[in-house]
């Protein structure tokens, strides 16, 4: 057993800087026999945060100790870009993937970097605007998948089709949460060699850990003391992490009696997984030249609210409504589960961002004029799925861009601002339907659902696309919860083998049309739900 693997058995014992010395002097032999062992590519996984950095670097240098003819094995360094990352912290992420793809070369180290980002259906603003995905929480965190593990596993995917495996090194540490902890020993009983765990959610990718038992305070001493050797400053992310503390004290780490600021966190400035961005709070707190973020800050927190349900719609995504037993101050009820984002609240947040945009180019340092905080490709697919998937053609996304910015949108889509209906039809829509949003949001399917089939040599598919409008749009959202709290109690009345109560809800279908059918022959048309509809009204006159 190695130096590193007795070390290991210590848990999290606290380290002498002698003893974390002679630690990593064992755990670079550990990286050099792993790495020499056979030709199984790594893909090394940063953020460019404390723990990645120090693995990176560990493993450079361990790498750079061997004979340039051992050096035969890519070692694929990738970070994820989600688009929505700490603008200071995104801008420290570049810097360092530029200073690490040149020290490579001029190294002659097989490090080969790569920024990943999510494809363009999954970033966060095409979700959130575009789709109108309420602002993650716990209970939905949408986010994660489709901006961090995605693109990873895509790339880690491709690395294994091309090599049939592959060893991802990862900076987890058990001293991170309780939570990591437990799942770092639990992958720890299913090891195949002596640091290598199984991946569960990728087939033939196994994962190195080799930092798992050390402290924040080994980590900072291990920065401080050792140099970078791709030319990047640790103590610049020191003070990164420094201005990211809400009390701003980060102490130099002398000894393990010294705390060190381990506990601030980076990631994403819209995040609502958390109770405050404290990080972008501290730098703002902290630093007046950082106070241009305010606005993103204020973004985050007006999209963090507990309870958003008027801003969504009253039906589910795909146009149903769902229930749900609500239990609020001791009392149940049956209640709809919210939606996406309503129309408004989707413009509204589109426009809320393009301001926050807009503003930050004015006010930030030189360095950072440039910053974008949703890309014109973005915007693009919003347009797009309001306009085809959402059947807004009043297309508010260049007018609310013009308004904003003053500058004319530039669609890249080819034949994007053609179109047959559009704000002047709308608004003559909106003065007919007379304030009704259910029937405004019915006319528009309908007449859009006949524009985007109108050049179709054969329009397979149109009559099953119209009855969908039906079935999401025809009703008032008073009806259509009342009709959803129906079915519920009728397929319970089914569950529990209730005859009597199944029998008479469905009987009381059966008399409610017998009734509107009262007095019809038998050649007259079949009973519809607009021929009730009309009946009713015309009853009611």
Known sequence: MTTAQQAENKGQQTRTVAELVDYIQALTIEIQELYCLDEIPWVLGVSWGKDSSTVLQLVWNAIASLAPEKRTKTVYVITTDTQVENPVVSAWVRKSLQNLKVAAKEQGMPID?????????????????????????????????????????????????????????????????????????????DRVRDRLSPNASLPNSLIYTPIEDWSN?????????????????????????????????????????????GDSRFGCWVCTLVNKDKSMEAMIQNDEEKEWMQPLLDIRNELDIKDDREKRDFRRIWGDVQLFERNKNGETSIEPIPGPYTKYWREHWLRRLLEAQTKTRRTAPESMRDITLITLEEMSEIRRIWLEEKHEFDDSLPRIYQEVTGEEFQDPRPGSDYSLLGRDEWIVLEEICEGDAMHLELMAKLLDTERQYRKKTRRVGIYETLEKCFNTSSRSPEDAIKNARLKRELSEAVSQGDVAKVKQMTLGDVAAINEVDEGKSESDEEVTWASMKFKKENSEE
């Open 217 to 261: 305070n080994d980590v900072w001493i291990y920065l401080n003391q050792w140099d970078n050797p791709w030319g990047q400053s640790n103590k610049e992310l020191f003070a990164m992490y420094r201005g990211a503390t809400a009390d701003n004290e980060c102490p130099l780490v002398v000894d393990t009696s010294t705390p060190s600021c």
């Open 113 to 189: 970097p790569h920024l990943l980002q999510p494809v363009i259906q999954d970033t966060f603003w095409v979700n959130l605007i575009g789709k109108g995905y309420p602002a993650p929480r716990n209970q939905f965190r949408w986010c994660t998948p489709r901006l961090k593990i995605n693109p990873a596993n895509q790339f880690i995917r491709e690395i294994v089709r091309a090599n049939g495996e592959t060893i991802l090194v990862l900076g987890t540490r058990k001293a991170e949460s309780a939570k990591r902890a437990a799942t770092m020993k639990k992958h720890q009983v």
